[in-house]
């Protein structure tokens, strides 16, 4: 049976009508400088990156710069379980010149290990199901593996980063002996060092990110904070927070901090902070919890400066020092304080449900963890982040049936290598 020919072959009119709608969008095309293009690629890009937790990360950052920049293509593919080989090839080409340009251009300034590149390629690719609702490329990985593996072997690598945790007693001195009480500015570092150190924090949990601005939503504010005594008299604080690593964009999950550490006590610090620079009632719930003055929370890059020169005042080499050396030290404590695994991991949200803590350990024991860092000076022979890979992952006798390499989960790797 013959096939009708197409309408707009039949339709001279219709053929007109969209013959000039392209005619136009050309001419439209033709006439802009480069100068609009520019514009008009940077607020492309800019948008994509404008809010979420996927677009924050720095390999989708990358990603989309490289596509609009050096490629001059959308970052995102339509395709499907019934795409054409070709374009699964090319969408499998874009992330493979994606991981070249990382290893050869270093567009960070620094060689960046294989090893991380294929994070980036992963966050890439969960960021693209999240966003598209399909997979940026096929089935077929095995290219994108044999690349990486090329590349850690052709590629000079750089070398790990080594991250020593801070030590208890090292914080407190190095805090008692260059922040002033008396100062609003020292009182917010002091109280945000000393509920990190203590709660477990990730800096992202406490300060903004690179290009991150201040959401009340998402945010820690002076509203979150709530002080509860018991009928003992003894005190702790929550702190309703949104932890970094965690979708959803509101703060659900209670921070417990018990007071009375004899080295650090997150209570009384958040205490002090109240009484030296206080915030009207109203505006509590838009005013940072911790803050430089003003509206203006601290960063990362702060906190890791901060750090780094806190060890320093102690003789302490900086290089070995960095934002995440708090959760790390904090971590490390604990497991010197022979506090168990699966607490660690809750207390500290390595693991996927929080409210383990309160169901296996119960709420005082919530409220005893901090205390209980803040009061455990350490000596750790092998400095570095190695014990939160093999000491926080479940121990035999939790889980049996559980492979090693299944429990080792992308959340605590990344955690390992943030600052890398």
Partial sequence: MAQSAPSWLTNPRRWLRVAAHEIRALKQAAGMTPTEWQ?????????ALASGLRRQQTGVRWFVKFCV??????????????????????????????????????????PIAAKTIGKYLSHVRMWHR???????????????KELLKGIARTVTQPPKLERWGVRTQDLAASMQATLNPASAVDSNWFAALTCAFCGLLRAAEFSLQPGEAFDPARHLTRADVTFVTEADGSEYAVIRMR???????????????????????PVRALRHLF????????????????????????????????????????????????????????????????????????????????????????????VQLASVIGSTSFEDTERGIKFADEELLLMPDEMPAIRFDEYLSTDMLEDLEDET
């Fill in 275 to 366: 009484d030296i620079d206080p915030v009207p009632e109203a505006q509590r719930a838009t005013t940072p919890l911790f803050r430089q003055g003003g509206q203006r929370p601290f960063t990362v890059e702060q906190v890791r400066g901060t750090v780094k020169y806190l060890m320093l005042s102690l003789g302490l080499d900086p290089r070995k020092f960095g934002a995440h050396s708090l959760r790390i030290g904090g971590a490390t404590a604990a497991l010197s304080a022979g506090l168990s695994p699966a607490a660690i991991r809750a207390a500290g949200r390595w693991a996927s449900d929080v409210y383990i803590l309160y169901t296996r350990c119960n709420m005082h024991s919530a």
């Fill in 39 to 47: 514009s008009r690629r940077e607020a492309f890009v800019n948008n």
């Fill in 69 to 110: 920049h050096a490629r001059g293509r959308a970052p995102m593919t339509e395709l499907n379980q019934h795409s054409p080989w070709e374009e699964q090839l090319e969408a499998t080409q874009l992330l493979m010149d994606f991981a070249v340009w990382l290893a050869v251009s270093r567009p960070s300034g620094r």
């Fill in 130 to 144: 999240q966003e598209f609702f399909r997979d940026i490329i096929g089935d077929d990985f095995g290219q994108l």
């Fill in 243 to 265: 932890p970094a690593k965690r979708t959803g964009a509101t703060k659900t999950v209670p921070l417990v901090l018990g007071g009375g550490g004899t080295l650090l006590d």
